[in-house]
């Protein structure tokens, strides 16, 4: 395993889908998963320290964890099959371990919450502009040579008390080259 920070995350136009880009710590190698709109606004609302009134999912997953004294250790991407990501949380109360099976997504988006470091296994990494060639999956994307790190902020919102609509607005506007090359 191979520990992976939060890139980029922007919209795949072709396919009108969202897609976060893991980069090895220290590293150039990049692992981009596709992931749904609701994960995508969880993730920047972290990312941006943009507060809601009431908690969202992973806010809700954070304060079970914490909760119920346990702490997040790590999450780990493990494989990929028929196009799907598994990934796993890492969770330890006392003495215990527990390993939970949760989408990439969702784990990225509470580990990022809870400041749990992310691991990806090394077979999923992929050199940038090389062709991420999965046995199993049809598709293939090149992402360009830039480790663009964090949002970019060309397009970012001014205000970080987003409503749900202007976040929603914000996400659909975003455009590959706001985040460095990504070619479909």
Known sequence: MIEVTVSRLGLDSSTNSYVVVLQERGGTRLLPIWIGQPEAESIVMHMHDVKRARPLTHDLVRSLIVGMGAQLTRVQITRVEKSTYYAELHLQHGADVVQIDARPSDSIAVALRLAAPIYAAESLLVDPGVDADDEEDEESTTFGPEPDLGLGDARQPD?????????????ENLRPEDFGKFNP
Do not use: V
């Open 159 to 171: 205000d970080t008390e987003l409503s749900a609509e202007q976040l929603k607005s914000y996400l």
